[in-house]
């Protein structure tokens, strides 16, 4: 499948719909002090890109990376569309992140997901590229619901 990977500017009415199910989908997995999931205004903030990936004029999912530092960055927002999952777009979406934080010079990639047994196909996806579980980085602190994840890049 041909996937054109955009980055968006998050005005399109498909992205915020996508959006909202990210969000309610991590409102139902977590307590409301647990859910670290960005709204549409903090993916907007200096500092986040957000992509999404198309095809056929179809939103299949979306992925952000948000600049920590200089050589660090977090991956957020990762979500496909459920009528796309399991056809690796998921897959496709980190390789493209993982592309961009190379071409920025980060060293570090990292990301929080959650602990939950829903979020254990997005952790499986993370550590077969290599991500390993760490402590809390950024402004994270440790969270029974939370799993943290790094990979080193250079």
Same mark, same amino acid.
């Given at each position: ?55 056929? !004029?179809?939103?299949? &999912? ?5 600049? $920590?530092? /200089?050589?660090? *960055? ?21 390789e493209h992140l993982l592309g961009v934080a190379r071409e920025r010079g980060y060293r ?5 997901? !959650?602990?939950?047994? &829903? ?5 499986? $996806?993370? /550590?077969?590229? *290599? ?5 809390p980085f950024a402004d994270y602190r440790p969270d029974p619901n939370s799993v943290f ?6």
């Amino acid at each position: 499948m041909q996937i054109d990977m955009r980055e968006d500017d998050l005005s399109g009415a498909a992205i915020q719909d996508l959006l909202r199910t990210h969000l309610d989908h991590a409102a139902d997995q977590a307590p409301p002090e647990s859910t670290h999931a960005l709204d549409l205004d903090s993916l907007r903030e200096p500092g986040v890109t957000f992509w999404t990936a198309w095809h056929d !004029g179809d939103l299949l &999912g979306c992925g952000a990376l948000k600049q $920590l530092d /200089a050589s660090h *960055g977090e991956i957020k927002s990762m979500h496909t569309a459920e009528a796309y999952r399991g056809r690796g777009i998921a897959a496709r979406m980190v390789e493209h992140l993982l592309g961009v934080a190379r071409e920025r010079g980060y060293r570090r990639l990292s990301l929080e997901t !959650g602990s939950m047994e &829903g979020y254990r196909p997005a952790r499986e $996806l993370y /550590a077969r590229f *290599g991500f390993v579980e760490c402590p809390p980085f950024a402004d994270y602190r440790p969270d029974p619901n939370s799993v943290f994840m790094t990979l080193e890049l250079a």
